[in-house]
DNA sequence: GCGCTGCATTGACGCTCGTCGATACAGCCG
DNA sequence: CGGCTGTATCGACGAGCGTCAATGCAGCGC
């Protein structure tokens, strides 16, 4: 595949209030949940904060990669959260730099963030 | 799996900072990936934010389950979010009461809201 | 150019998941 | 009691996912 499928596009609309506030629609479901996907395993969960939380705001994969599976398996996952639009990536020289999206992440925080 | 497998505790440690303060350890990561997992999918979204948006913060089963999948479907779904910890259920007379747990909830939230 | 390192892609395998129809169970009502 | 409605469980099937070893490709240094 050559394009980068766009899951979730990282400009589009916030999308959602709190979840207690009112229903989503179908469209919107489908949009949050594959953004949940991406975050619903316990290595792409942990790949995931140590981007968030390294020093600088990004990382390179040699710096997150030790999560105790190989190699392909680490870039396959990097590749989920690429997709869900939830890290982007940048090449320099040699290396690979991830960064956390700040806006599919605020999505879901609204989402989640009960209103009372 | 015959018992309610109680895959996150409630009334657990609030388990996590922000993700982009800390990097997640493996214990944690399997335990909040579990509860993003049952948020994963579209129609168990759509079932979660209708019980969390319905007037009284309570609903059920009657009131939701119009998603387009058959009952048995549906049931199985909320079984999902309840194993999850993210529902509680109650049967009163013929009909089940869902309602969100606040603290599963607030423990997702806590850890993508960005700290800057 | 040549070899080496960092990362991505491919292809295959086993397992889990979402879905359904059929069926079972619980509580109300006549 | 007998039938009816609301919800849960069972069993089966196809699709998708996570993982790996093998391979490919890009950029650096000698």
Same mark, same amino acid.
């Given at each position: %595949?050559? /394009?980068e499928?766009?899951?979730v596009?990282?400009? $589009?609309?916030?999308c959602c ?13 489908e949009? %949050?949940? /594959?953004?949940?996907?991406?975050? =619903?395993?316990?290595?792409? +969960?942990? +790949?995931? =904060?140590r981007? $968030?939380?390294? $020093? ?30 939830l890290?982007?990536?940048e ?13 599919? +992440? $605020?999505?879901?925080?609204?989402? +989640?963030?009960?209103t009372?």
């Open positions: %595949m050559s /394009a499928l766009p899951i596009d990282a400009s $589009a609309a916030p209030p709190p979840v207690t506030a009112a229903a989503l629609s179908e469209a919107d479901a949009r %949050m949940a /594959a953004m949940f996907k991406a975050l =619903s395993d316990p290595v792409r +969960l942990r +790949l995931f =904060s981007v $968030a939380s390294h $020093a600088g705001g990004e990382a390179c994969v040699c710096d997150i990669q030790d999560v105790g599976v190989s190699q392909p398996t680490v870039s396959h996952h990097l590749k989920k959260l690429r997709e869900a639009g890290l982007t990536s090449r320099r020289g040699t290396w690979v730099y991830y960064r956390v999206a700040p806006g599919p +992440l $605020a999505a879901m925080a609204g989402l +989640l963030t009960a009372r």
